[in-house]
């Protein structure tokens, strides 16, 4: 009978439209033009994420008070509640609060605070990798955040939303790691690029805060997304600087007018570390307060007392830009300027304290601005107009401060730099950042973003050893096949018609001991992945895919990955410590999200037998023996040692040997157990009977 040619049109659809995409897959990560296909998509999708969200703050804040942006009119009630007078100031935190909480609480408990340690922890010790609801739920919950008062950045949630995207990208064409950390990067600085109209900016912060590299192949694709990003953004946003209401003429007219920047460069890295002091030691007063209550009550209940704060200085509300604007104008007295900067650091400690999500960027630049004005304007009282234009000042200080409490000189100085649009101040500002930058690591260790990872146990600003897995990947550490193994080319029962199925093989190897699905790995995936996939898949080694996912090239086992290590190790030892530490510090679900079956070596099985004392294959070796089309032994356990299966290796009773055979139907296997990694070798799942 003549058999059919496919079982249905619909079936080989699918399948036809799956190998596409896997082909397009692997052309990407296995090739260099295709990480900049991939930051292409990034800095367009960080581009658009960007504008939609400022435009989602947009909304939520005139939801709230009846305009775009809010703060600068004082005491003024909402156009949509003007029942409620001033008194609105304190019930819409509690109101923003209960939708926010929730949300956050629920679904990505990371979008909690200002972003970017999280960012930079998956950058440095969780190889790029970010759940991909983070975006969505940073978006929201930061956008109500702020439109209901909150006194955050929006910069810090854009970065954690584009670097999500990047990373979701990333895994889901199933970048190695070293290119999924500079894609995550290229997020980074997509958003930044797009929210302030700086692509330099959004270069520096990328590759400066987050990648922590300053290599040519990671600055190029950093630059490729932020350049698109800052494209998109100007579609819709202008491309006019994003401060755009200073005074004209504003320069440095004598030499000596540069001592009082080194001196405002003093003081600004004082208040930029003490800005970081308030921050943590509020959100550690937050935390003894609430101590184990419901989480997402906790940002309507702390709600009540940032409203009292905003209704005490309302120009504290939201991000405060246009309260920016009107310092630089010289709209406030001195006293109220140093209100204002005093007020921000505790209104923005406080908001993320009690469970807000938003940055600590624009606050920065707030607090640099405000104090730098009043510094202005006492030395204009001092010595008239030759100490130059207090906004001079007020711009020295945005930098400033920020590179006392972030410790991102280059970031600093090409933000104020083009926000500002005035490049005639690049000396006086980068004599102020680098003086700053300067007293700021001799004081202190820790940056604003880094020491909220420092109390978690992680250091990411720890000397660099050696690393032994920098240049080697799982094709380096393999047992190689001579002839590798065609996994597009399916098995049919009948081509296994030799071995008769599991029957004869168990007269000649013994009982089958245990059977499970592959879980493979690609020739590019670093070894600190490959590594992270046998402990949780490889109690006896796992395939090597190449990026196409077409072949099988070889095995890897632990004993290959050490082997590979102490070859390339020299004198340092990696902190292994810290790195577990910190991949762990997420969600109790953070391991098994990590790693995705999308690499799952389909149609295969990898069957175990245990070599009883009278099976035929007992003193013969691998290579005796006759294999069907398609089994390919992979491993063998002997004497207690964990080995390749070599072809001369001789097999001995008590061995287990473990071979890669495609899934027929005589491969009966318990699936949810197969699928199932905590089944490990001591487990009674783990066993299963052949057919």
Known sequence: MERPTVASDPVRAPRSVSDAAGHVAGW????????????????????????????????????????????????????HLPWLGIGFFVLIPVLGGLLYGPLISRFAREARGHGVPEVMIAVAENGGRIRPQVSVVKALASALCIGVGGSVGREGPIVQIGSALASSLGQWVRMPENRLRVLVACGAAGGISATFNAPITGVFFGVELILREFSIEAIFTVMLSAMLADVIARIFLGSAPFFTQLPAGIALHHIYNYLLVAVLAVTAALIGLG?????????????????????????????????????????????????????????????????????????????????????????????????????????????????????????????????????????????????????????????????????????????????????????????????????????????????????????????TAQGDGHRDWTGLLGPVTRVREPQAVFGNDSLAQALRQLVLYGRDGLPVIDTDARRVQGWLTNQNVLRAVATQLTAAEPDIAAGHQAAEWAEPHGRAAEHDLHSQLAGYRIVEHTLAPDSAAVGRTVGDLDWPAGHLPVSVLHNRRLIDAEPTIRLAAGDRLNILVPATDNTRIDSTAANNPAAGPSSPRAARDPA
């Not at 989602?56 to 008070?65: D, M, N, V």
């Not at 002091?277 to 003894?288: F, G, M, T, V």
């Not at 309507?300 to 309260?323: F, H, K, R």
């Open 275 to 495: 800005f970081k002091n308030i921050l943590y030691r509020i959100e550690d007063l937050c935390d003894r307060v609430w101590r184990n209550r419901p989480e997402w009550a906790r940002p309507a209940v702390g709600g009540v007392v940032l409203g009292l704060l905003l209704l005490a200085v309302p120009q504290l509300y939201g991000v405060g830009y246009p309260v920016m604007y009107a310092a630089f104008a010289g709209h406030y007295a001195l006293w109220f300027l140093v209100i204002l900067a005093a007020g921000k650091m505790i209104a923005t400690s406080l908001t993320i304290g009690i469970g807000g999500s938003g940055g600590v960027f624009a606050p920065s630049l707030f607090i640099g601005a405000t104090s730098g004005m009043a510094f202005g304007v006492i030395v204009d009282h001092l010595l008239g107009p030759a100490a130059g234009q207090p906004a001079l000042y007020a711009i020295v200080g945005m930098g400033a401060v920020f590179a006392s409490a972030a410790r991102g000189p280059l970031t600093a100085l090409a933000s104020v730099v083009e926000m500002t649009g005035d490049f005639t101040l690049t000396l006086p500002v980068m004599l102020g950042i680098a003086v700053s930058t300067t007293v700021s690591r001799a004081i202190s260790y820790g940056t604003i973003y880094t020491t909220k990872l420092l109390r978690r146990g992680t250091d990411i600003d720890r000397p660099a050893p050696t690393h032994a897995f920098a240049d080697l990947t799982a094709t380096d550490a393999m047992h190689q096949f001579t002839i590798p193994l065609d996994i597009t080319h399916r098995i049919d029962a009948a081509d």
């Open 28 to 79: 990407l990560r296995g090739n260099q033009f295709g990480l900049f296909c991939v930051a292409i998509a990034v800095g367009v999708g960080a581009g658009f994420g960007a504008v939609a969200f400022r435009y989602l703050i947009y909304g939520f804040t005139w939801l709230a008070t009846g305009h775009t942006e809010f703060g600068q009119q004082g005491w003024v009630a909402s156009a």
